[in-house]
């Protein structure tokens, strides 16, 4: 993905080489390894960590720009019973939406959403493609706006211009720059808030419009990003300007906080 040089020792790209060396040695058709994305995973107690591509230091180390955005979903359809929580970070090109790079952790099907994006990696492909994916679906499984799906609706707003995204590093590193707006409801605050946050729910948010800071930058929040998607909407076709959409939503905070 990026053209430079590294040492990656993962099997399948070894054994694919070793192919590849033998193809050469007896003759016929010269083959060239076309490098590779770095496709791992590890499996930690119950749980599950897969990546695919450069991580973001890489990405700043080599002065390559990108963009990046996290979602929450469920492993499958959070109607049918046992979904468990899952993490997936995607990171892509600001100028073309091609992908770059993902992490992903949880508890099940975490290899499969790298894989997928893994596959479309390797053929340049973009945000788009990730938006368009079409895999297998049951509720058992996936859900029908599968979380590889989500990803690149997530990255398509951004990349249009319908929404600003911002990370929690970013706001917690200036607060005097942003005034944090917490759109989840009164029983989910409860259970805890970022500092200095002010809590207005999305539903509330049109008749309380006034509530809202003046002067600084608005940086929304809800649990996974969702209602703050519709809450910065609200506030941006409101005059607001200067909306930002936190990232991750307040499940990426909390762990931020635990660490």
């Known amino acids: 993905m990026t053209g430079a040089s590294g040492v990656i020792p993962l099997a399948g790209p070894a054994n694919k080489q070793g ?26 107690f119950n749980m599950t960590v897969a990546a695919v591509g450069p991580s973001t230091k890489v990405l700043e180390a080599l002065k390559i720009p990108y963009e990046t955005v996290t979602v929450h979903p469920g492993s499958h359809a959070g109607y049918y019973p046992g979904a468990k929580a899952m993490t997936l970070k995607l990171i892509f090109s600001p100028k073309d939406g091609r992908v770059l790079g993902a992490q992903a952790a949880g508890v099940e099907f975490v290899d499969k959403k790298i894989d997928v994006i893994s596959a479309i990696m390797g053929m340049n492909g973009t945000i788009y493609d990730l938006m368009e994916f079409e895999q297998c679906y049951a509720p058992p499984y996936s859900s029908a706006k599968d979380a590889v ?55 509330e948010l049109r008749d309380r419009i006034n509530e809202v800071p003046k002067g600084k930058k ?5 649990g996974v990003g969702i209602r703050s998607y519709i809450a910065s909407r609200i506030l941006m076709q409101s005059g607001f300007e200067e909306v930002y959409n936190i990232s991750g939503g307040y499940i990426s905070y909390a762990i931020i906080k635990a660490q």
């Not at 010269?30 to 590890?42: F, H, I």
């Not at 951004?158 to 989840?184: C, E, H, N, Q, Y």
């Not at 608005?218 to 809800?222: F, G, L, R, Y």
Request: with cysteine.
């Open 19 to 44: 192919r590849m060396a033998a193809d050469n040695i007896i003759g016929g058709n010269k083959r060239k390894y076309k490098g590779t994305l770095g496709a791992s995973v590890l499996k930690i």
């Open 149 to 203: 799906n989500m990803a690149g609706f997530v990255a398509e707003n951004i990349l249009t211009g319908r929404i600003k995204t911002v990370t929690w590093d970013k706001v917690l590193a200036s607060p005097k720059d942003f005034s944090i707006l917490d759109v989840r409801t009164g029983n989910e605050c409860g259970r805890g808030m970022a500092p200095g946050a002010i809590n207005i729910p999305v539903d």
């Open 218 to 222: 608005i940086a929304v929040h809800c």
